[in-house]
């Protein structure tokens, strides 16, 4: 079965122009066409293409990708590379987890902070004021 453009876009979470733009960019290799010369997909490029939106998410630029898809071209030789590319990704993804813990304990603790000062159970203190 193939679908459409539009389709696709609703399958994927894609916008019409970001894919139109991945397939531009090389990101979507054997773009097929119809008799009227427009794109369609079948399953597995919508599989792909799903793959390419969790690749977006987890930081690859657009040139990583670029590179990533031909490596995949490539075949089963360059999946160490493959490999190492989604290691190095995965790192920074943790990283970045841990940045947003530190976020969300910092909101937590204002949280409970601004609890307690409106329940009267501590003073109200700022860095910003000067001290009373």
């Not at 794109?39 to 969790?54: K, N, T, Y």
Request: net charge negative; with cysteine.
């Amino acid at each position: 079965m193939l679908f459409s453009m539009k389709s696709a876009c609703d399958q994927t979470g894609m916008t019409y122009e970001a894919l139109k733009f991945y397939c531009n960019q090389g990101l979507v290799p054997n773009v097929k066409r119809d008799k009227g010369n427009r794109r369609v997909f079948d399953e597995r490029d919508i599989a792909w293409i799903q793959g390419l939106g969790c690749l977006k998410r987890c930081g690859l630029s657009i040139q990583e990708m670029q590179h990533y898809v031909q490596l995949c071209l490539l075949g089963e030789s360059t999946i160490p590379e493959r490999k190492e590319i989604l290691s190095q990704k995965r790192e920074a993804l943790l990283g970045q987890i841990t940045q947003l813990e530190g976020a969300i304990d910092y909101i937590d603790r204002k949280q409970e902070f601004y609890d307690n000062v409106l329940a009267g159970t501590e003073p109200y203190v700022s860095n910003l004021l000067p001290e009373q």
